[in-house]
């Protein structure tokens, strides 16, 4: 069974960076696609950023294009978001997550596999 578990949030001024985790147990990165997600208080989880399995290629949410990286380190089963930038407005809880397909989606529907999310706090 797939199991991903998120580190690396925490607490950041305005224009800081911080580079979240994703360590994936139980598959690998050859059978699905994976994902960043984030929620923040009152608003829907939205897509931040995905890896393809099919092709190891990536897409962003606009909002974040430029100023975030997704990556994976295969040797280590373990996804990164690295995140330069950082506005007031990437406050959120981030989620790693495995979908069902090897094509990744902004579809928060597609992925079946979660993380338990990790607090990301950008202080203007």
């Known amino acids: 069974d797939v199991q991903l578990q998120a580190s690396g949030g925490g607490l950041v001024h305005a224009g800081g960076s911080l580079t979240l985790s994703c360590a994936v147990s139980g598959s690998t990165f050859d059978d699905y696609a994976i994902g960043w997600f984030r929620q923040a208080p009152g608003k829907e989880r939205e897509g931040v950023s995905y890896i393809s399995s099919s092709d190891g290629s990536t897409d962003y949410a606009d909002s974040v294009k430029g100023r975030f990286t997704i990556s994976r380190d295969r040797a280590k089963n373990t996804m990164y978001l690295q995140m330069n930038s950082l506005k007031a407005e990437d406050t959120a809880v981030y989620y790693c997550?495995?979908?069902?397909?090897?094509?990744?989606?902004?579809?928060?529907?597609?992925?079946?596999?979660w993380g338990q999310g990790t607090q990301v706090t950008v202080s203007s």
């Open positions: 997550a495995a979908s069902r397909y090897a094509v990744g989606s902004s579809e928060a529907r597609h992925y079946t596999k």
